[in-house]
């Protein structure tokens, strides 16, 4: 009887352990938070990633497939600061999941974890696609992804306590890792020339490294220019140097344009690493805009 017992206990602590030791099912919004809760949860997470790299954020709409992905998710990983605002609100609540409430553990956003950019302009959709709260695209900026890696890092092991030691490893060699890499990009760009976005979405990575913004294609966020806004950005920008920078989803008329009356390169880049990028993958991604901004020279 008491080798039963023994063996019914030890068995309930199998079972115990192998539900411990269960993936948590995470949802990133972009590949770029899917990078860090690979780097930072490794095996110990089952992600799902719902945007691929070529998709425009701000312009997704919630399909039924995402809501079947969030309503068995344990933890949301959002960029933040209103940029899924038009689609992931309704995604999360049709998906009908407690967990992944705002304010719950199971909902993180990354531009909660950082200081932010363009903060306090006016809440006027009438001025173009505007972010009151800040820009929220923090995720070039490698110095504020490995803070929301720390972040991220401590919310993991509030939901899996068993793995609060690994997450904060993880988490502590990322950031070891980024502020190498910065050291060696910021000698790169020193006294680079500056660039000329289509929209303010770079801002972040020029302000870590002190790279001058010329100007924006956009001259109010959402809206495309128009022919007048590109001479006066020639007349403003002549015989100077620089580089042109812009995303795949972006229309290339308008950047292609002034780099042939400028003279300029006009690169297309993505804003996002590759779908299966991790924290590795993310640097190189990184590594892809710094080439790109040097090139100026």
Known sequence: MMLKRLSLALIGLLIAGAVQAAPLKIVATSTSM???????????A???VLASPDRDLHQLQAKPSM???LRGADLVVAIGAEL???????AIGSAANPRIQPGQPGYFEAAAQVDLLDVGGPADRALGDVHPVGNPHLDLDPVRMA???GALAERLGQLDPTGADAYRRAAAAFAERVGQRVEQWRTRLDGAPGVVLYHRDAIYLLQRFGV?????IEAVPGVPPTGRQIADLVATLKGRDGVILFAPYQSPQAPLKLAGDLGWRAERLSLEPPLDADGDGYLNHIGRWVDAIASAR
């Open 34 to 44: 899917g990078a860090l809760v690979r780097e930072v949860a490794g095996t110990r």
């Open 46 to 48: 089952e992600l799902t």
């Open 67 to 69: 809501m079947r992905t």
């Open 84 to 90: 899924e605002v038009g689609w992931l609100p309704v």
């Open 147 to 149: 803070t929301v890696a």
């Open 212 to 216: 001058p913004l010329l100007g924006t």
